[in-house]
């Protein structure tokens, strides 16, 4: 397992340990998990974002810390906030992310995932030209995850 994944994991305990709220010290973090501090920041603003359903607050100095809350919302809103986040292009492993927090969220079930997933690969798009490729992937998974919004 990559460290990325391994930092993002343990946040995710964090978060479900606490009810959805986590406040972390990034150096104290990094020290635990035996990693450099900017690798805690690549993962917050990668995998912790408004977009996947999270608030994220920093203060920094002496007593500095990371707050991250996760966003509780019902299914319809929890998807339209996904489809209206994802723009007008989407790369392979934003929309594996996205899947993957959906899924660990229960906004979609292991399927409806896996299909998803399936669509989002690059095999998919082996004949579309590369420039055009993000753009397709963003207009199909909107799609799809529209026809899951009831």
């Known amino acids: 397992m990559r460290m990325s994944d391994l930092v993002a994991q343990y946040i995710m305990e964090m978060l479900d340990e606490s009810g959805g709220n986590a406040e972390i010290q990034r150096n104290e973090l990094a020290g635990n998990l035996g990693c450099v501090p900017s690798q805690i920041n690549y993962v917050i603003t990668s995998r912790f974002t408004p977009e996947q359903g999270y608030i994220v607050e920093s203060r920094r100095g002496g007593g500095g810390y990371i707050r991250i809350t996760r966003v509780k919302a019902d299914k319809s809103t929890a998807l339209m906030h996904i489809i209206n986040s994802i723009g007008s292009s989407l790369d392979k492993a934003s929309a594996?992310?996205?899947?993957?927090?959906?899924?660990?969220?229960?906004?979609?079930?292991?399927?409806?995932?896996?299909?998803?997933?399936?669509?989002?690969?690059e095999r998919v798009y082996a004949d579309i030209p590369q420039e055009q490729r993000n753009t397709l992937r963003a207009n199909i998974m909107k799609n799809m995850l529209l026809s899951l919004y009831n």
């Open 96 to 121: 594996e992310i996205m899947v993957k927090n959906m899924y660990s969220q229960s906004i979609i079930d292991k399927q409806v995932a896996k299909l998803l997933l399936s669509a989002m690969n």
